[in-house]
């Protein structure tokens, strides 16, 4: 099979779905930097590199903000793994397949999970959730910020209040938020919060970015029991129990990150390169900058979807800024165009989860894709794309809409 050792040559394309976007080039360009060991203090200088850069970009003055190797799930079950001893009680609020995520890795820790639910595409008000942790008296309330199945974005500010008036730990996954929506960790009263690269922060899936606060630290650090092998004479573990991942060993990987650099995995370093080159571009470009970019594209982008006709999914007061939901017209075979949108014009768009599959199309406007062309480009070969599926939309009134969004040129 000739093609086996051909050189890989992905094709290209405008990746305008929920995540992976396509990756900001300079990122790109940090991946290809040569490698180093991983005690180089070059390396270790740009561990610290990575800590500080985002802190920044969770707007925290965590000292233990670094990144987890592995997708953003990885950076969920670090801390969840880290934080639930077993039986420990933990409140999942879920209107969405991420809510349902959190369950299912709280369960896994082996938590007594207590779930709140709303109907996907609605948010929680605040005093259901402190009604909730009044009720089932939990350690911790793990919440998603931007459920991506559903495109809505769970407020956060009076939770995290909440929390805090119950002195419960509070969790949020910012992992399709993080950088393109307002995530600011210390204001929002947020004691742990993980997030990815390959949304609003234009990187490759495979780093997972966490911070962590000294309520948290304190928890977790009581677990703490070192691997045999690098374990230093006379250390004594916590009274705590042993955390069940060595992998997701928080007080393991808060040792790596520190100065005494105590060895745990070899860290990923073209990722780490990647982790590091998104951070510095998100704050190069300024938070409030960057965070009003994502937010007029995915205005433009819900513009030029309502322009042709079309039905945005769920509560749009509550709706992320950079991911949109559109509900697919009847008699229109969602996948279909999906496909043809790839075919035709080399560009990705989703459809959602569980009872959302089939029913809308999810349109991303993230990172180095919250552009004026990408957006265009975007309604234009829907507009043609659903007119050949059988669903006239006016003609040119999504781009004109979002053109208006944009100001014309
Ligand atoms: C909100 C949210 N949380 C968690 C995940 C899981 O991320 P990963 O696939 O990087 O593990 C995703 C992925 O889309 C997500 O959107």
Redesign the pocket.
Known sequence: MAELYEQLNPPPRLLMG??PVNADPRVLQAMSMPLLGQFDPDFTGYMNQVMELYRGVFQTANHWSFVVNG????G?EAILTSIITPGDRVLVPVAGR?GQ?LCEIAERCRAEVHIIERPWGEVFPADQVEDAIVAHDPKLVAV?H????TTMAQPLADIGKACRRHDRLLYA?A??TLGGMDFPVDAWNIDAASA?L??CLSGP?GSAPITINERVAEVVLRRKHIEQGIRPEGFNPGDGEMIQSNYFDLPMLMDYWSESRLNHHTEATSALYAARECARVVLAEGLAARIARHERAGRALSAGIEAMGLRLFGDTRHKMHNVTGIEVPDGIDAAAVIRAMLDDFAIEIGTSFGPMRGRVWRIGTMGHNARKDAVTNTLAALEVTLRRSGYAAPAGAGVDAALAVFGDS
């Open positions: 929920p995540g997708t953003a799930r990885a969920i991420f995520l998603v931007g459920d991506t199945s996954d992992t399709a990815g390959q949304k899936p």
